[in-house]
């Protein structure tokens, strides 16, 4: 009076596959989860590194001002820093968005291939 419903070799070997597919999916996403943040990481230090230089130049400007013709070409470059650091913010979260947007794609494609392996072995 065996039951071998549960102790057939194809459902162990069905388990065991789905098991171990899980497990580099599930590594894979970690890696992919890692590549982004490094991304994402690197995208923030550049644009720091290009606002620090900006403010270090205007910075540098500010200290050489004497004058009053000097403040006004002073104030008209802080207007052209700001603007430029507006554009630089804009685009870094341009960059930010299209790294995320990759990253979730994906995701979703290593949850769309768990699911479609998971569907066998329920049924």
Same mark, same amino acid.
Request: glycine share 8%; proline share 1%.
């Given at each position: 009076? +065996? +039951?071998? !419903?549960?102790?057939?070799?194809?459902? $162990?070997?069905?388990? $065991? $596959?789905?098991?171990?597919?899980?497990?580099?999916?599930? =590594?894979? !996403?970690?890696?992919? $989860?890692?590549? @982004?943040?490094?991304?994402?990481?690197?995208?923030?230090?550049?644009?720091? *590194?290009?606002?620090?230089?900006?403010?270090?130049?205007?910075?540098?400007?500010?200290?050489?001002?004497?004058?009053?013709?000097?403040?006004?070409? =002073?104030?008209?470059?802080?207007?052209?820093?700001?603007?430029?650091?507006?554009?630089?913010? =804009?685009?870094?979260?341009?960059?930010?968005?299209?790294?995320? +947007?990759?990253?979730?794609? @994906?995701?979703?494609?290593?949850?769309?291939?768990?699911?479609?392996?998971?569907?066998?072995?329920? *049924?």
């Amino acid at each position: 009076m +065996n +039951n071998t !419903a549960f102790d057939t070799t194809v459902w $162990t070997d069905a388990i $065991t $596959t789905a098991g171990r597919d899980l497990q580099a999916a599930a =590594l894979k !996403a970690q890696a992919t $989860t890692f590549d @982004t943040l490094g991304a994402l990481l690197a995208q923030h230090f550049e644009t720091l *590194g290009k606002e620090t230089e900006s403010a270090l130049a205007f910075g540098r400007e500010a200290l050489a001002a004497r004058d009053v013709e000097s403040f006004g070409a =002073l104030v008209g470059k802080g207007i052209d820093v700001a603007r430029s650091q507006a554009e630089t913010a =804009l685009d870094h979260s341009r960059k930010v968005a299209a790294t995320l +947007n990759r990253h979730f794609e @994906t995701m979703q494609g290593l949850a769309a291939k768990q699911a479609a392996q998971v569907k066998p072995i329920k *049924g």
